[in-house]
């Protein structure tokens, strides 16, 4: 079983920056991939980010390549999403999610209950 817990949300302007977190508890974290989520009201839930266990290839969803960055730490058991040139339609919940396979796209079946991002002026 893998805990995760998500912090470092908030509110930031629009054109500023942002890290979120993701705090892992379990064994083996290094044999999982890790993602980010993200969930706006109203939308349904779209991959952002993921980082593979083996190679630390990643992947981005088009709307955020370029502006956004993941990456993780084996050695803290932690994953991170550097966001930057943030815009309002970046807002919503993010959800930090693994799942014990290679590719970075998952699919991931442990999940953390979510940070919220807002950017808004």
């Known amino acids: 079983q893998l805990y995760l817990v998500e912090s470092g949300g908030g509110l930031v302007q629009p054109g500023g920056s942002l890290t979120i977190s993701c705090a892992a508890s379990?064994?083996?974290?290094?044999?999982?991939?890790m993602g980010w989520f993200r969930q706006a009201p109203g939308k349904e839930r779209e991959f952002v980010s993921g980082?593979?266990?083996?190679?630390?290839?990643?992947s981005y969803v088009d709307s955020v390549k370029g502006r956004f960055t993941i990456s993780r730490d084996n050695a803290k058991n932690m994953v991170y999403l550097q966001m930057y040139s943030l815009k309002p339609e970046d807002t919503a919940r993010y959800y930090c999610?693994?799942?014990?396979?290679?590719?970075?796209?998952?699919?991931?079946?442990?999940w953390g209950q979510g940070t919220q991002v807002t950017v808004s002026s």
């Open positions: 379990g064994p083996s974290f290094s044999i999982y991939s």
């Open positions: 980082i593979s266990r083996s190679d630390g290839s990643t």
């Open positions: 999610a693994a799942g014990p396979v290679t590719r970075p796209m998952g699919p991931f079946g442990f």
